[in-house]
């Protein structure tokens, strides 16, 4: 089916280890994003990519990196998790246009011990 | 910088009746459009309704509505003839024309009661 998916859908993963959350859409969508949800803060963006092998910074991007070798995958990559990353990630899409609603996958509950 | 507030954090209502929920941006930006999203316990985000501001017209999605006022910087959702499964988070956006990128405010949790 078409869609958005995320895997994991839960990981646990202690300071220090490099975490990557993965993140894939099958619409063919130019713009990707990813998100943060803590409580109080809604969804903050952490980085977003408008095709593949562009990506650029949003609200919060310290300690994240990301790629987008391939237009239909955007994975995040937590260098050296740290606690303060322990949240509910969230990725999403949306076509180029002036007005196109971004499409959110399940996300992706981390918890760093 | 664009931002989104939303000053109730939690919100009940009775099944069967009518609640609005409060969304306020603040923009210098003349067009742009703004969105609810419902966010349930299974943590989903589902678009719920959007308005673009060039519009007079407030949308309506079945019992879904809003009350856009562009001059108030306002946007808010009524929900009418609430039910049990409208509980969830509900998430005020705002997104520039061709900008991609969402503002979301910081949520309102809504009870519906049986």
């Known amino acids: 089916d078409a869609g958005i998916t995320q895997s994991p859908r839960y990981k646990i993963t202690e300071t220090g280890r490099q975490v990557t959350l993965m993140c894939h859409q099958t619409?063919?969508?130019?713009?990707m994003f990813w998100y943060r949800q803590d409580l109080g803060h809604g969804l903050r963006l952490i980085y977003y990519s408008a095709a593949a092998d562009i990506t650029d910074k949003g609200e919060v991007p310290d300690g994240y990196v990301v790629s987008r070798s391939k237009t239909e995958n955007f994975p995040l990559t937590l260098e050296s998790a740290t606690r303060s990353q322990t949240s509910v990630y969230f990725c999403?899409?949306?076509?180029?246009?002036?007005?196109?609603?971004?499409?959110f996958g399940d996300g992706t509950r981390l918890s760093i011990l | 910088a664009q931002t989104v507030t939303q000053s109730q954090p939690e919100m009940s209502v009775q099944e069967a009746e009518t609640v609005t929920l409060s969304c306020t941006y603040d923009?210098?930006?003349?067009?742009?459009?703004l969105f609810w999203y419902k966010q349930p316990p299974s943590r989903q985000m589902i678009l719920v309704i959007r308005?673009?501001?060039?519009?007079?017209q407030n949308a309506t999605e079945n019992r879904f509505s809003v009350n856009f006022q562009k001059a108030a910087k306002s946007f808010s959702l009524k929900i009418s003839d609430s039910q049990l499964g409208d509980t969830a988070m509900y998430f005020c956006?705002?997104?520039?024309?061709?900008?991609?990128?969402?503002?979301f405010g910081p949520g309102t949790r809504l009870s519906v009661l049986p």
């Open positions: 956006a705002f997104m520039k024309p061709y900008g991609q990128n969402f503002v």
């Open positions: 923009t210098s930006e003349s067009n742009y459009y």
């Open positions: 308005q673009e501001a060039y519009k007079q």
């Open positions: 999403a899409s949306s076509d180029s246009g002036s007005s196109q609603p971004q499409h």
């Open positions: 619409w063919s969508h130019s713009y």
